[in-house]
């Protein structure tokens, strides 16, 4: 087939694309596009290098076809950002959020990603996430859910759309139907949901209902199976989760936007243009794909794929014109939130005084355990690989926060490959030894989940049980150390709040 062979099916097909792209300007490819019918793209880490360079990039997307074009962005303002990739986040993240449980704090915080957004040009944000993180060793959620219990977790995605949507930029709830209850990482493989149907309509789906009630105009679907629906499709390319449950029983109008189709839990099965071509057939309106550099190639495979996917009778021609005819009223409706909305003021301190808020400390009282710290510590952060949705050079820790307060600090970040074979030499000689006679912080990241973690921190402990020990990630388990610290996010904001703690600077929650 040739893409002017059926110019009609061409354009529906670009309407429901949402490509990535590289580089830090518009490329000659997506200017084309955008003339064919491409009506939304998506920005990622790589093609934002500051707030300036971010306006002029979307002045130029929505110049192509004013007031129609969506630019979509990733910003769920804690671990997983965009915006402050390069710094780490200004604003704790929903676990944080979760567990201050305060919905004032919640929607202000939404409110001032919004109007960082809305200055910018952006006009949807793949956030909040309203996955209930049932399971702790969850190992692609965990802080980006705002907690455990359904209630809270509903509470807390309601006062983000709101607060997201006040300043003028949509909101997008996701995964649905939940990916909180899963052990393993989408991007790598397909997890399954092992919950009855009875069991979800109780934990995972009232966050999603509780942001439609909130006015939420899109949901993002998983890339997971949930046999209590559809033993057969992952919830993306599923019929029964996409058009009976989404849209039937839930009564979902709006727009469904898949995760990126090129995530292995359904490329490696289906391929990317048999992901996108089931994706829309079961009842997405927008297939979203990273791209990179290769975008245009793939965005040109993908619209080829939903065209013939047509031809052959495979999708029906009245669901692409359907798909399409969402994302233009989407658009639209999005275009006229950002329009009338009047962005708040910035509030420069809100983040990390709701960091502050959200830290919890745990040790026993009458103790003489050196806390607040007295002298000048040595800091062991164990860093473990992210999840593949956490840009990897983005700088967490709370070992260079803490010597701005105590210089003289020293620190070492060990990771699992360090590790491996001879753990106690290396700890001795790169953790213990430098902190003879001095305090020893070590700051760990969801430890309960990786052995090596666990392994390395309990070898610590054992040496220094007076140990003052962060966790940055979901506290699961035990509580080690003399003093246990948890953040609830490992955040810019989430760092300097702990290292405030330790110091005395601040009273902990």
């Known amino acids: 087939m040739t893409e002017s062979s059926h110019p009609r099916l061409l354009r529906w097909a670009h309407s429901v694309l949402q490509p990535g792209f590289a580089g830090t300007t518009v490329p000659d490819w997506v200017r084309r596009r955008i003339s064919e019918g491409l009506a939304s793209v998506v920005l990622f880490g790589r093609n934002i290098h500051g707030p300036e360079q971010v306006a002029g990039l979307t002045a130029a997307l929505h110049a192509e076809n004013p007031g129609l074009v969506v630019v979509a962005v990733d910003?769920?303002?804690?671990?997983?950002?965009?915006?402050?990739?390069?710094?780490?986040?200004?604003?704790?993240?929903?676990?944080?959020?979760?567990?201050?449980?305060?919905?004032?704090?919640?929607?202000?915080?939404?409110?001032?990603?919004?109007?960082?957004?809305?200055?910018?040009?952006?006009?949807?944000?793949?956030?909040?996430?309203?996955?209930?993180?049932?399971?702790?060793?969850?190992?692609?959620?965990?802080?980006?859910?705002?907690?455990?219990?359904?209630?809270?977790?509903?509470?807390?995605?309601?006062?983000?759309?709101?607060?997201?949507?006040?300043?003028?930029?949509?909101?997008?709830?996701?995964?649905?139907?939940?990916?909180?209850?899963?052990?393993?990482?989408?991007?790598?493989?397909?997890?399954?949901?092992?919950?009855?149907?009875?069991?979800?309509?109780?934990?995972?789906?009232?966050?999603?209902?509780?942001?439609?009630?909130?006015?939420?105009?899109?949901?993002?679907?998983?890339?997971?199976?949930?046999?209590?629906?559809?033993?057969?499709?992952?919830?993306?390319?599923?019929?029964?989760?996409?058009?009976?449950?989404?849209?039937?029983?839930?009564?979902?109008?709006?727009?469904?936007?898949?995760?990126?189709?090129?995530?292995?839990?359904?490329?490696?099965?289906?391929?990317?243009?048999?992901?996108?071509?089931?994706?829309?057939?079961?009842?997405?309106?927008?297939?979203?794909?990273?791209?990179?550099?290769?975008?245009?190639?793939?965005?040109?495979?993908?619209?080829d794929a939903l065209v013939n996917a047509v031809l052959d009778g495979r999708l029906p021609e009245r669901r692409l014109a359907e798909a399409a005819g969402r994302v233009r009223e989407f658009a639209a409706w999005a275009g006229t939130l950002r329009r009338g909305a009047a962005p708040p003021a910035g509030a420069p301190d809100l983040g990390l005084a709701a960091a502050r808020r959200a830290v919890r400390v745990h040790h026993e009282p009458g103790r003489d355990t050196g806390f607040p710290l007295v002298g000048v510590p040595h800091v062991v952060e164990l860093s473990p690989a992210t999840t593949p949705v956490i840009d990897p050079g983005t700088p967490w820790g709370v070992a260079e926060p803490l010597k701005t307060l105590c210089p003289g600090t020293t620190s070492v970040r060990l990771g699992e490959r360090q590790l491996q074979g001879g753990d106690e030499d290396v700890l001795d000689r790169l953790a213990l030894r430098p902190a003879d006679g001095r305090p020893l912080v070590v700051v760990v990241r969801d430890a309960a989940r990786y052995g090596w973690m666990t392994r390395a921190l309990t070898g610590l402990v054992r040496r220094r049980p007076d140990a003052l020990v962060v966790e940055m990630g979901v506290p699961a388990g035990a509580r080690p150390g003399a003093v246990y610290l948890a953040t609830h996010g490992a955040t810019r904001v989430s760092g300097i709040a702990a290292a405030e703690v330790l110091a005395g600077r601040t009273g902990p929650a």
């Open 75 to 303: 910003e769920e303002a804690g671990d997983v950002t965009r915006l402050e990739a390069r710094t780490g986040a200004s604003r704790p993240g929903n676990l944080a959020l979760g567990t201050l449980d305060d919905i004032d704090v919640t929607e202000q915080v939404a409110r001032d990603v919004g109007r960082e957004l809305h200055g910018l040009g952006i006009t949807l944000n793949y956030a909040p996430s309203a996955d209930v993180n049932t399971t702790p060793l969850n190992p692609v959620i965990g802080v980006r859910s705002f907690g455990a219990r359904p209630d809270v977790v509903s509470r807390h995605t309601a006062a983000w759309v709101r607060g997201l949507q006040s300043a003028g930029v949509a909101a997008c709830a996701k995964h649905f139907p939940g990916h909180g209850d899963t052990v393993v990482d989408s991007h790598l493989g397909l997890p399954r949901v092992p919950a009855d149907a009875g069991t979800l309509a109780l934990t995972a789906l009232p966050p999603f209902i509780a942001a439609m009630d909130a006015g939420v105009r899109a949901v993002m679907t998983a890339h997971l199976l949930v046999p209590a629906y559809d033993s057969r499709w992952p919830a993306t390319l599923s019929r029964p989760v996409v058009g009976d449950l989404l849209r039937g029983e839930l009564g979902f109008t709006g727009l469904v936007v898949t995760d990126a189709v090129e995530m292995g839990a359904v490329a490696d099965r289906y391929g990317v243009p048999g992901a996108a071509v089931r994706a829309v057939a079961a009842g997405a309106d927008v297939v979203c794909v990273g791209g990179g550099d290769a975008a245009e190639e793939t965005t040109a495979r993908l619209a």
